[in-house]
């Protein structure tokens, strides 16, 4: 897919406001919390970032990021792109509630454009420690409307694809209850995908923020919490190990914390 400047500009636009939104969102769940914001310059080539880290009494860490950064080097493998002149924006979130009945929610959509070739990259997926199948139902149901608007066969696609790439080898387990995956995504008009990430992003807004409202308030006991932190182990095992964002972000250059901010604040094993 070939795109114009002014198409990159539209999408990061669109990925900057955004960031804005679900900070508003958040800060709403928690009510006490507020997102601290600070800019860092990609030192690898031309562009910026704007990393949103939020700590309070319920959102025990919640990270909404946004980048917009070019460069000489793209990271990749591939032959066809590795070495490249490449341009990426995208936006970013990860939350960690206090509560073990509030479940971790994870969202991230992207343009990058490598050696003259773009496409769209992203998705959401939720990891409870306690699942309950009213939240996975609203959540599914959400990221398929956006799905259906786009292609009639794309969430069967990108949900298979979310259960396979979010599956820990090692742990011989899914990392959550799904949600939707895609990368390479250039498929089709540049419009009708650009739509597609928009109502991806504005499905997570819609859904998730209200499942954290309704478990924020459970009871719980020092059991559970312990569940919780070891749980969460195995979040870090494969953001580490196995995630693309973590991988490119690293390999890129770009800023640590703003790539590491995804990790919980406490974690046991």
Not at 105 to 113: A, F, I, K, P, S
Not at 154 to 166: G, H, I, L, R, T
């Amino acid at each position: 897919m070939q795109v114009t400047p002014e198409q990159k500009e539209r999408v990061a636009d669109f990925f900057s406001s955004y960031q804005l939104q679900l900070i508003h969102a958040l800060e709403q769940v928690d009510g006490k919390a507020r997102f601290q914001l600070s800019t860092w310059d990609y030192q690898q080539g031309g562009g910026s970032g704007r990393m949103g880290v939020a700590r309070g009494e319920e959102m025990e860490k919640a990270g909404v990021n946004f980048s917009r950064v070019w460069g000489k080097q793209f990271p990749s493998q591939e032959e066809k792109y590795k070495g490249k002149d490449f341009f990426a924006t995208g936006i970013s979130t990860i939350t960690h509630m206090y509560n073990p009945h509030a479940p971790i929610g994870h969202m991230n959509v992207r343009l990058v454009e490598a050696g003259g070739n773009a496409w769209f990259g992203g998705g959401a997926d939720l990891t409870p420690c306690f699942p309950y199948e009213e939240d996975t139902m609203e959540f599914h149901r959400a990221l398929q409307k956006a799905c259906d608007a786009y292609h009639p066969d794309a969430y069967a696609k990108y949900s298979k694809w979310c259960d396979a790439y979010f599956y820990i080898p090692h742990r011989k387990s899914a990392r959550g209850v799904g949600g939707i995956f895609f990368d390479e995504l250039d498929e089709a008009d540049f419009e009708s995908m650009f739509a597609f990430v928009q109502a991806t992003a504005q499905a997570y807004l819609e859904v998730f923020p209200g499942i954290l409202q309704r478990r924020k308030i459970m009871p719980f006991t020092p059991d559970e919490k312990e569940q919780q932190l070891r749980w969460r182990g195995r979040y870090v095992e494969f953001n580490l190990l196995y995630d693309r964002g973590t991988k490119f972000g690293l390999l890129s250059g770009g800023n640590t914390e703003a790539i590491l901010v995804s990790l919980p604040p406490v974690v046991k094993w």
